[in-house]
């Protein structure tokens, strides 16, 4: 396995451009984290999935965040409008929620700049 | 929702000395202790973990303990080297997948050459 993919590694746009970051988990993990971390706040869960469907979204900073799981091998993160402070790290992690099983599985990550 | 707290924020050793990093808790309902390591620039990743029906687990130089009663568990480092220089976490959270994994504030761990 590849482990959790996530896109773009890095990603360099201007304040007011919508963002997306991409995650691909591991085939058979049925839960589906998103992180934010920054010097400052540390490491932010966002929001989290269990079988596709968006369990505690308490996380998301405000409206401008919107996060998407369509099926199970795919999910979005999504800013519109970005602005300098989202400026981060972006990570995925997924895991299987079974009996005994929590490890989480992180991303590579998504490098945020916001101009 | 789980509030999580590690101490210290920051560690200095010497190489070859050990480092302990405590997570103080608060849902009752937690059963699963694990410790994740992120070396700059990197992924969080797993090093070690415990259940909540276990008291210590140890793998090589690392070993983690766990005080239910009183809600904390401890990541120890024993003949510390140089490449254990990293922020680790943890991240203590309840069985199943309707469990919010909260990470805690992270110690940064310098080990001195």
Not at chain 1, 79 to 94: G, L, M, T
Not at chain 2, 13 to 36: H, L, M, R
């Amino acid at each position: 396995d590849a482990g959790v993919i996530q896109s773009p590694r890095h990603e360099v746009t201007e304040m007011g451009q919508e963002v997306t970051l991409r995650c691909k988990p591991i085939s058979g993990h049925n839960s589906l984290f998103w992180y934010r971390q920054t010097m400052m706040r540390g490491l932010e869960l966002l929001i989290y999935f269990n079988n596709n469907v968006p369990i505690d979204d308490s996380g998301m900073p405000e409206d401008r965040f919107s996060a998407k799981m369509p099926n199970a091998s795919f999910s979005t993160l999504k800013i519109q409008p970005s602005e300098p402070r989202d400026s981060a790290v972006y990570f995925c992690a997924s895991s299987f929620s079974g009996s005994g099983a929590n490890v989480l599985t992180f991303g590579a990550g998504s490098r945020l700049t916001v101009l | 929702g789980e509030n999580v707290e590690q101490h210290p924020s920051t560690l200095s050793v010497q190489e070859g000395d050990s480092a302990v990093i405590k997570c103080t808790y608060s849902d009752s309902a937690s059963n699963y202790f694990p410790w994740y390591k992120q070396e700059l620039g990197k992924r969080p990743q797993l090093i070690i973990d415990i259940r909540s029906n276990v008291g210590e687990k140890k793998d090589q130089r690392i070993a983690v303990t766990l005080n239910k009663t009183a809600k904390h568990f401890s990541l120890h480092i024993t003949e510390t080297q140089p490449e254990d220089s990293a922020v680790y976490f943890c991240a203590p959270r309840g069985n199943g997948g309707y469990q919010k994994v909260t990470f805690g504030t992270g110690t940064k761990l310098q080990v001195i050459p």
